[in-house]
């Protein structure tokens, strides 16, 4: 099966600094990466999608200026969290797209901001 | 009204049995439907995939897509306390187009 990687699986970071995730699909493709958001005992929560080479689409009431996200290959697309506060802390899932549609998750980010 | 709908749980069963889990939703364009198994602190994890109408099978997992009633199913035969997690299902409508959620369904099976 399609394998995406995330890295750092956990960060502990203080309240204004900046925090990068990223994430990978190891044996595919992805045409289209996913970043969510997801807290405890509850669903995902779509932040973005993004596609390579492209400015990556936003949902409603997601800070497109606080998660930047870069998707520069195929392979690879990054969720910086700028400015962290406590509020930021949350557990951040990317999922990526390949030909076939179906969305490969990675493993987490467990994101704490002191 | 949520475009899908769960039933959030807990589900608790003893171990070998038969497991429904259902999600229901209200808009008809979507085609593509597929189910997760999300352990605790984890990524979710891609469990079956349709699309459209019909049943699909794969190992001890069977989905079913009802389109005309809008309701979608996954069974679990011979449950193991190793399929304890939370269940989501997720459709969208094609392409690479996102997915709605679910809110997932915690299943515990007990030995």
């Known amino acids: 099966g399609a394998v995406v990687s995330q890295h750092p699986s956990r960060v502990i970071c203080k309240s204004g600094t900046s925090v990068k995730i990223e994430c990978r699909s190891l044996?595919?493709?992805?045409?289209?990466m996913f970043w969510y958001r997801q807290f405890p005992k509850k669903s995902l929560m779509l932040m973005a999608t993004?596609?390579?080479?492209?400015?990556?689409?936003?949902e409603q009431g997601v800070e497109k200026d606080k998660f930047l996200i870069n998707h520069a290959s195929l392979t690879l697309s990054t969720l910086t969290v700028t400015s962290a506060h406590p509020e930021d802390s949350s557990f951040y899932i990317c999922?990526?797209?390949?030909?076939?549609?179906?969305?490969?998750f990675g493993p987490g980010t467990r994101l704490t901001v002191t | 009204q949520k475009e899908v709908e769960q039933d959030p749980g807990p589900l608790s069963v003893p171990e070998g049995a038969i497991v429904s889990l259902n999600c229901t939703y209200s808009?008809?364009?979507?085609?593509?439907f597929m189910w997760y198994r999300q352990y605790s602190r984890k990524g979710p994890e891609l469990l079956m995939y349709?699309?459209?109408?019909g049943n699909k099978e794969d190992g001890r997992f069977t989905a079913q897509v009802d389109k005309s009633s809008k309701y979608i199913s996954l069974f679990i035969r011979d449950s193991q306390p190793s399929d304890s997690a939370t269940y989501l299902c997720?459709?969208?409508?094609?392409?690479?187009?996102?997915?709605?959620f679910g809110a997932g369904t915690r299943l515990a099976v007990h030995p």
């Open positions: 999922s990526a797209s390949g030909r076939t549609y179906e969305q490969y």
């Open positions: 044996d595919f493709q992805a045409t289209t």
């Open positions: 993004s596609n390579e080479g492209s400015k990556a689409t936003y």
């Open positions: 808009n008809s364009a979507f085609q593509y």
């Open positions: 349709t699309y459209s109408s």
């Open positions: 997720a459709m969208g409508t094609g392409g690479y187009n996102k997915l709605i």
